[in-house]
């Protein structure tokens, strides 16, 4: 069962470059998200997305883009890496969109910002 | 807005002793409350959730937690800790907001077990 996948593990990253992190989950999920996780911050959410071609901003969106094309892919952009988008990046995805689901996340992606 | 507080960074405790982990959240209407573990290097897994119902919730490996309204706390217990415990543990809290919920994390609390 692969779950949540999210390539690459570890990336760095020059300021102003841009990349892609790549997050697919192969379980069918309507609801996916994307998560940043800083020391002594918890995990604060970025954008998410209720369906195929359907997206909405989180508490921290600036920075980021995201699209959905597929119910199984869910890709985020740095449009312009700066130092301070230094950090560990999850996805998640979830059954349904409703309250009382299960998140499912991937192992994560870490990345670094110079 | 709905918010966590997950009291301290970090709790060291011995093996075979209580783990408590404390959890508060902020809240006008019920909510739906979780705890994640995460262990190094990994992604966040579900140890248990509160939904309705039963307001003491047992959850994977050994640990479970009580709802208790009154308070607005969802503290995470366990008899007698093991060496893998050892992890980072997320409290979180969501509400069904209508179209869409949000799933909100507290800070989270490093757990130690010593020999």
């Known amino acids: 069962n692969a779950g949540v996948t999210q390539t690459p593990k570890f990336q760095v990253l020059k300021t102003g470059q841009s990349m892609t992190l790549q997050c697919a989950q192969d379980?069918?999920?309507?609801?996916m998200s994307w998560y940043r996780q800083d020391p002594g911050m918890g995990l604060r959410l970025i954008h998410y997305?209720?369906?195929?071609?359907?997206?909405d901003q989180g508490e921290v969106p600036n920075g980021y883009n995201v699209s959905r094309s597929t119910t199984e892919d869910f890709p985020l952009r740095l449009l312009s890496a700066a130092p301070s988008q230094t950090s560990v990046y999850f996805c998640a995805s979830s059954w349904q969109r409703e309250a009382n689901t299960e998140a499912f996340f991937g192992q994560g992606t870490r990345l670094t910002v110079v | 807005a709905q918010s966590v507080t997950q009291l301290g960074s970090h709790v060291s405790v011995s093996e075979g002793a209580l783990v408590l982990l404390r959890c508060n959240y902020s809240?006008?209407?019920?909510?739906?409350l979780f705890w994640y573990v995460q262990y190094p290097n990994q992604g966040l897994q579900l140890l248990l959730k509160y939904t309705t119902g039963a307001t003491l919730v047992k959850g994977i490996n050994g640990f479970e937690a009580e709802f208790k309204k009154s308070e607005t706390s969802f503290h995470l217990t366990k008899p007698s800790a093991h060496m893998s415990d050892a992890a980072e543990y997320f409290c979180?809290?969501?509400?069904?907001?209508?179209?869409?919920?949000?799933?909100?994390f507290g800070k989270g609390i490093t757990l130690s077990v010593r020999p």
């Open positions: 997305s209720v369906g195929a071609g359907i997206t």
């Open positions: 979180a809290v969501s509400y069904s907001t209508g179209a869409n919920s949000k799933l909100t």
């Open positions: 379980m069918n999920h309507e609801y």
């Open positions: 809240s006008s209407v019920p909510p739906y």
